[in-house]
């Protein structure tokens, strides 16, 4: 009996455990506490942080538990992030989501969702010219992306096993946008230019915003075909919010659709950082890189909005730059939020948002075009 | 291998260069094809105004007589009904309104009042107006 006891303990989690379980479940802990007490992305953090803690709990190997496990439940959940399943389908409800009208209404300011890339092709440079491999300097530049879906989606192609800690690099510094942006878009912009007003967009009429998905899936997909899974949900998902007659399609998509799949991502990415292959020097070297991919695109977009006040009549206001990274809406939301401490009369959410759209076509064809490179 | 001879070894400068390029070309397309969506749209609106002439003639052969309409305003009826054909129906009444008066038709408040009165102009149930065919073609047989 006694022997039996012993052995039931050394099976317990509180045996198997070592140091490496303990931080990984605490950094779980923080990023749970991030989402419900500061509110950072609660719908990507709660359960991220808590697939943290589920992916740390010590099992036995080959018990099929583990994430890792063939057979086990975690195992099969993740399935859909290995093979790509989820984050077109995440796409599929962005786009059921997303009102394109101030894209439409102003599409000049789709290239600030373009130079908001830059931070990827830097990053990936930088990546490079610390020691990692092309594929694996690629996963990591598509964080500059600011697009948790699209990182995931390109590194399952390129980059596998390096999932975990690119995913919760990108999910947590999409999190972190409103820590991350404004010291950016402060340093790069005068008090005169946080204060430039916008005039109102035009009406966008109901046949554009169904003509749009079209025009824009196919002209897109034909000049990058490698970003059709995410280019082809996100554009379809919109299609269904506005030609209206499928109005129960896009309800699910842009509601149970969209819940269930992030809950299934979130979980099985949480899950998947177990503190053996997650805390590694690479990560740390991955996370470095990330923050770092961010700035660069946060930069990138108030710089050229400030270029592109050189050549036009009617003044942009460089803060929107900021939004081209795609961290839908938030990146917006921030431009608003820093818009709005120099002039509380001054609205730049409708505004920010067409780069913030531009900026999630972009990163898109961005990981269509690295995955064709890397793929050759 | 690290620094600039990582990325040259990779061809790191070319894919960063041909990548934002194309981000960059991909995004001013679908910028340029977006501003002229609008103004497609705005030109196949427009089409009625090339079949205008024809319609004008078959007007002519079939003009609208109504004893009970003052003539002025039975004139301008027929202006209406052609600013109606092209507006297309249901439309909405202060649409019509503002038309009529960037067409400069004949004082258009009170005519489109007197319109709705002899009911040549109705309701449709649903906010919007549509022209009355049949009371039009029983003014035109009495």
């Known amino acids: ?376 | 291998m690290f620094g600039f001879e990582a990325i040259i070894a990779h061809d790191g400068l070319g894919i960063s260069v041909i990548g934002i390029s194309v981000v960059f070309v991909s995004l001013i397309l679908l910028a340029f094809a977006v501003s002229q969506i609008h103004k497609i749209i705005a030109l196949w609106d427009k089409r009625h105004r090339f079949k205008k002439p024809r319609q004008k003639k078959d007007q002519k052969a079939a003009p609208v007589q109504d004893p009970t309409v003052p003539q002025d305003i039975q004139r301008a009826s027929r202006q209406f009904k052609l600013l109606i054909e092209w507006i297309g129906e249901p439309f909405p009444l202060p649409k019509l309104l503002y038309l009529s008066e960037k067409c400069g038709l004949y004082r258009p408040h009170s005519t489109i009042n007197e319109l709705l009165k002899c009911e040549l102009i109705i309701p449709d149930g649903n906010g919007y107006y549509v022209w009355n065919k049949e009371a039009e073609e029983k003014r035109s047989s009495t």
Not at chain 1, 96 to 103: G, H, R
Not at chain 1, 186 to 214: A, G, H, Q, Y
Not at chain 1, 255 to 263: A, G, M, N
Request: glycine content about 10%.
């Open chain 1, 1 to 376: 009996m006694t022997d039996l006891l012993i052995e039931f303990l050394s099976n317990t989690g509180f045996a198997l455990a070592d140091y490496r379980h303990i931080i990984m479940i605490l950094v779980g802990i923080i990023i749970i506490y991030l989402g419900i007490a500061k509110q950072y992305e609660p719908l990507l953090l709660v359960p991220i942080g808590f697939g943290m803690l589920i992916g740390n709990i010590p099992v036995f190997k080959d018990f099929g538990l583990g994430i890792y496990e063939s057979g086990s439940f975690l195992n099969y959940i993740y399935y859909g992030v290995t093979h790509d399943i989820y984050p077109p389908l995440i796409f599929l409800g962005i786009g059921a989501l997303t009102d394109f009208s101030t894209m439409l209404a102003r599409p000049v300011l789709m290239l600030l969702g373009a130079a908001a890339q830059m931070g990827i092709f830097i990053t990936f440079l930088g990546a490079l010219a610390i020691g990692f491999p092309p594929n694996e300097a690629a996963s990591i530049g598509i964080i500059g992306g600011a697009d948790g879906p699209t990182a995931i989606f390109l590194t399952v192609m390129l980059a596998p096993r390096l999932i975990g800690p690119i995913a919760v690099a990108a999910y947590s510094y999409m999190a972190l946008v409103p820590v991350i942006q404004p010291p950016i878009m402060k340093l790069l912009t005068t008090r005169k230019e946080r204060l430039i007003k916008m005039e109102d967009p035009r009406e966008v009429s109901k046949t554009e915003k169904i003509i749009f998905p079209i025009v824009g899936f196919l002209l897109c997909c034909f000049l990058a075909p490698a970003a059709l899974p995410l280019l082809g949900m996100l554009f379809f998902g919109n299609l269904l919010k506005e030609c209206v007659v499928v109005e129960r399609l896009a309800k699910t998509a842009r509601t149970s659709l969209i819940d269930i799949v992030t809950i299934l991502l979130g979980v099985t990415v949480g899950a998947s950082t177990q503190a053996d292959v997650f805390l590694t020097p690479q990560s740390v070297g991955i996370f470095a890189l990330g923050a770092f991919a961010f700035a660069i695109a946060t930069a990138s977009g108030v710089i050229f909005a400030k270029i592109m006040n050189l050549f036009m009549r009617k003044k942009i206001n460089p803060l929107i730059g900021a939004a081209g990274v795609s961290a839908v809406p938030n990146s917006a939301r921030v431009v608003q939020m820093v818009g709005q401490k120099e002039d509380p009369t001054n609205f730049l959410l409708m505004h920010a948002m067409a780069p913030n759209i531009s900026g999630v076509i972009g990163s898109a064809i961005a990981a269509g075009i690295l995955w064709s490179f890397m793929s050759h």
